[in-house]
């Protein structure tokens, strides 16, 4: 599943937020960054999208990550085949 469209939802300040950002920028790969305590109506849609609001959370397609640290998003990426 490459060049899968994903969105990641952050808090400003969340360490593992920072953490995955690191990750993604460093491996190439291209995505929506939102801040939910930046953008007021984003938090809803994290809502809808996930059924949560823990960050960081990755949305790529109709695949959802929550509340995940580095090893969770690696597995999550190699196991849905999704590249930069």
Not at 20 to 29: P, Q, V
Not at 51 to 56: A, I, W
């Amino acid at each position: 599943m490459s060049a899968t469209s994903m969105v990641l939802y952050v808090k400003t300040g969340c360490p593992w937020c920072n953490m995955a950002e690191n990750y993604l920028d460093r491996d190439g790969y291209k995505y929506q960054l939102v801040d939910v305590r930046r953008d007021p109506g984003s938090l809803e849609v994290l809502k809808r999208v996930s059924g949560q609001t823990y960050v960081p959370t990755l949305v790529a397609g109709d695949l959802v990550l929550s509340d995940f640290g580095l090893d969770e998003l690696e597995e999550f990426l190699n196991e849905h085949n999704i590249e930069p």
